[in-house]
């Protein structure tokens, strides 16, 4: 069995600012693990995905994430918030199959 | 290339009606599947294929049923809608089935019923 938790509800982050959403996994096995981010009205779009190797990950957008097999955790980084990246984040996890295991989401919310 | 469309983006059923969520791809990929979202619930999977012909249920499959007669399309369809089916539905399309391929979504349907 599979799971993904996103702790947080919303993130608030003033534009400039580093931004971090968090994630933890709990999967059997090598775990795929993937960031995906919805704007409004819109499908989901794939961000980056971990499946092995470096523990940095960089992804579209500017986007990097950070894969801590110790912690079980794989949160979401950006350097710089824009306003522009206001949106639903969420974390996922596959088995081997690529069946994805979704968090509940984390709001970001980028104030100029 | 437009990816993964679905048709239509808003419907409003009564309860007891059917309807089928059109889901279609062009980007050759054998897998697809069909989420639900739910506020504040993260996506879940409600039916998947891992090619033409064969299908399997995800998560939460009951109240739907889908068929997968080409490659391109995946319509998911909804029998004696109930309130309880009220969402917005994802269809998505991947590669291969193999845990490190990314899953590509359409825009979304967004059902009401009433």
């Known amino acids: 069995a599979q799971s993904v938790a996103q702790p947080e509800d919303q993130v608030n982050v003033a534009e400039g600012n580093p931004l971090t959403v968090k994630c933890t996994y709990s999967?059997?096995?090598?775990?795929?693990l993937f960031w995906y981010v919805q704007y409004p009205n819109r499908g989901l779009q794939f961000l980056l995905k971990?499946?092995?190797?470096?523990?940095l990950v960089k992804g579209s957008y500017g986007f990097e994430a950070e894969f801590n097999k110790s912690q079980t955790s794989f949160h979401l980084k950006k350097p710089s918030a824009l306003v522009s990246d206001s949106a639903l984040y969420f974390c996922?996890?596959?088995?081997?199959?690529?069946?994805?295991?979704f968090g509940a989401g984390t709001q970001v919310v980028v104030t100029p | 290339n437009a990816g993964v469309t679905q048709t239509p983006k808003f419907r409003i059923l009564k309860i007891g009606q059917s309807m089928t969520l059109q889901c279609t791809q062009d980007?050759?990929?054998?897998?697809m599947y069909w989420y639900r979202q739910d506020p504040g619930m993260g996506l879940k999977l409600i039916y998947y294929?891992?090619?033409?012909?064969?299908?399997d249920k995800g998560e939460v499959p009951n109240g739907y049923n889908v068929s997968r007669s080409t490659t391109e399309d995946f319509p998911l369809r909804l029998e004696l809608a109930a309130p309880s089916q009220t969402s917005v539905y994802f269809c998505?399309?991947?590669?291969?089935?193999?845990?490190?391929?990314?899953?590509?979504f359409g825009p979304g349907t967004r059902l009401l019923v009433l």
């Open positions: 998505a399309s991947s590669y291969s089935t193999s845990g490190g391929n990314a899953q590509y």
């Open positions: 999967v059997s096995g090598n775990p795929y």
């Open positions: 294929s891992v090619g033409a012909g064969i299908t």
């Open positions: 996922a996890g596959a088995d081997s199959w690529g069946k994805l295991q």
């Open positions: 971990y499946i092995t190797g470096d523990n």
């Open positions: 980007m050759n990929h054998n897998y």
